[in-house]
């Protein structure tokens, strides 16, 4: 199988899985912290990367994105499991890609710290230490790195700031790393123009802008060390036309602005939504989404045509997601 940054060099798009906690939850695995489930069920965590590989995804992310020290001791786990869960994630993702038969590539998955950090909140009184956060990240990235991941996903970002640290931990191992945001509708009110900001208020130009910086990499310029910059995840309950696949366009031709109005070129973009607005049914304290395979499927067509590369879901999508779009892009393909 050629190397993921050779795959990225053809023009062909890519398939991203979906929800990865949902489909743990479907299967009778309820824990504090997901990544848990890594010990305790293994085969829970297979049988979701295998079927998100049967579904047609040409690349999976680990089962990690709470596997950090500082999201274990939020769920009163043990932050000296981080290593060993964070390995038994790449083993189990690995192992769903060799009994599968297929060329899947395996995405390190690396989540925000849970609350601001010192970077953004100005101390350390209300903000994560920054040492604290680059040391979380650093210990997942080696973990995943010794475990044979093909990339790094840096994933549901709200900071900028906490985006550049992963990627400076990230960029020491090689490989490469894709950089996905989380946006919230905001309209410029002197321009009236729409632009996407996170809740930390950053926007694809901030991200881009921030990391150029290199204020957490010793003056490096890490847009250098980033081959893909996107979005996940993602829900307006007032804008419903900037949730799930729209969000999804909208945000992907945003940072393609950004990068063309800075003169950065050869980078791809990423793109996995949410399917929608949840719903919580009461009886069974079980979520729906109001975006089926069907209603995201038919977005992909613009989303490709907007500029995304690898495209996928967050939560609330599955396998069936998946597949509806793998049908899509095969389609366009002939």
């Not at 100005?122 to 979380?136: K, L």
């Not at 829900?235 to 393609?256: C, F, K, L, S, W």
């Not at 979520?287 to 939560?315: E, H, N, T, W």
Request: glycine residues 10%; hydrophobic residues 40%.
């Amino acid at each position: 199988m050629k190397s993921f940054a050779t795959r990225l060099t053809d023009d062909r798009p890519m398939l991203y899985d979906g929800g990865f906690g949902s489909q743990l939850f479907a299967r009778g695995v309820n824990l504090a912290n997901s990544a848990i489930a890594n010990l305790s069920h293994p085969d829970a965590v297979v049988a979701v990367h295998r079927a998100y590989i049967h579904a047609g995804a040409d690349a999976i992310g680990s089962n990690t994105f709470v596997a950090s020290p500082l999201h274990l001791a939020m769920a009163d786990a043990d932050a000296d499991d981080a290593e060993h869960l964070t390995t038994l994630a790449a083993q189990h993702a690995r192992r769903a890609v060799e009994e599968s038969g297929r060329a899947v590539y395996v995405g390190g998955s690396i989540g925000p710290s849970p609350g601001a950090i010192e970077a953004d909140a100005g101390d350390t009184d209300f903000g994560i230490p920054n040492a604290e956060v680059r040391e979380a990240h650093r210990r997942v990235i080696d973990a995943l790195g010794k475990g044979g991941v093909d990339f790094f996903v840096i994933e549901t970002q709200f900071s900028a700031k906490e985006a550049a640290i992963a990627v400076d931990v990230a960029r020491q191992t090689g490989l490469p790393i894709a950089v996905n945001m989380t946006y919230k509708w905001t309209r410029d009110r002197l321009t009236g123009a729409v632009i996407y900001r996170t809740d930390w208020g950053v926007s694809p130009a901030d991200v881009l802008d921030t990391l150029a910086r290199g204020e957490f990499s010793n003056g490096e310029n890490l847009i250098d060390h980033v081959q893909l910059f996107g979005l996940n995840c993602g829900a307006e309950t007032r804008n419903t036309d900037h949730t799930g696949m729209p969000y999804a366009i909208e945000g992907t031709v945003q940072m393609h602005r950004a990068l063309a109005d800075r003169g950065i070129e050869n980078k791809r973009l990423m793109a996995y939504p949410n399917a929608g607005l949840p719903t919580l049914d009461s009886a069974t304290k079980q979520a729906s989404y109001s975006q089926g395979p069907k209603d995201m499927a038919r977005y992909v067509g613009p989303l490709l045509d907007a500029g995304g590369f690898m495209i996928g879901g967050c939560c609330g999508t599955t396998p069936d997601h998946i597949r509806a779009f793998r049908s899509v892009l095969d389609a366009r393909e002939e």
